[in-house]
């Protein structure tokens, strides 16, 4: 297995547009998250996925930002109208749905809102 | 609500040296995991270690050992002989078993320089 991977790895975008990353997990993983990193900062929870059941959206994350995993495998994360302060690396991770398991990430997604 | 504090923002130390790395954590949760990651240059957080809070035993992993004390609700990382490739960005990460679902919270991070 290849591990987390996460598309595209740059993203430069003006303001008030649309945007979708993609994150493929690990095949046999069944947890997926997504997590949004600024510089100097840890990853921020945005939200996580149990198979393609969307568990739990922090409460930080406006109505522009949505998360899909129609199948439970790959998920896709939009972000709507973008802004400048949405300028961040957005991680994805998973692990195995039993228990609190380590995560393992992906290479993240750099997004420029200009 | 759940809380993970790493005051360190910075440490420089010169090879060879060891050096500790705090974290200090919040919950309400009797049951919760406790988590290190190391997020090197390149960018991609790798998973260190994971301690539940009823193992209280302290862990040695060659180079790496981890404290981990209840009574002050720390849980610390110390490199014994630090090398240069251990120049990265350490975080710390709670989760909890009984209230905070799956969810994992991070500290800010320690960034850690070893010089040559």
């Known amino acids: 297995d290849t591990g987390v991977s996460q598309d595209p790895r740059h993203k430069i975008t003006k303001r008030g547009q649309n945007v979708t990353f993609r994150c493929d997990p690990i095949?046999?993983?069944?947890?997926l998250y997504w997590y949004r990193q600024t510089l100097g900062q840890g990853p921020e929870f945005l939200t996580y996925?149990?198979?393609?059941?969307?568990?739990?959206k922090s409460r930080l994350l406006s109505d522009r930002f949505s998360a899909e995993r129609p199948k439970g495998s790959f998920s896709t994360l939009e972000i709507q109208r973008t802004e400048q302060g949405d300028s961040a690396m957005y991680l994805c991770?998973?692990?195995?749905?039993?228990?609190?398991?380590?995560?393992?990430f992906g290479p993240g997604t750099r997004l420029t809102v200009l | 609500a759940q809380k993970v504090t790493q005051a360190q923002t910075e440490i420089s130390v010169v090879e060879k040296e060891d050096v500790t790395l705090d974290c200090v954590y919040e919950?309400?949760?009797?049951?919760?995991?406790l988590f290190w990651y190391k997020q090197p240059p390149s960018g991609e957080l790798v998973f260190l270690i994971r301690?539940?809070?009823?193992?209280?035993q302290n862990e040695i992993s060659g180079r790496y050992s981890w404290n981990f004390q209840k009574s002050t609700s720390s849980f610390n990382f110390t490199i014994t002989a630090s090398q240069v490739v251990d120049s990265a960005v350490y975080f710390c990460a709670l989760s909890e078993a009984n209230t905070g679902g799956f969810k994992t919270i991070f500290g800010a991070g320690t960034r850690l320089f070893v010089k040559a």
């Open positions: 301690r539940n809070s009823f193992d209280e």
């Open positions: 996925f149990q198979n393609e059941a969307q568990l739990e």
């Open positions: 991770a998973s692990t195995w749905t039993s228990g609190h398991n380590e995560q393992f």
């Open positions: 095949s046999e993983h069944n947890r």
């Open positions: 919950t309400r949760d009797t049951t919760y995991y």
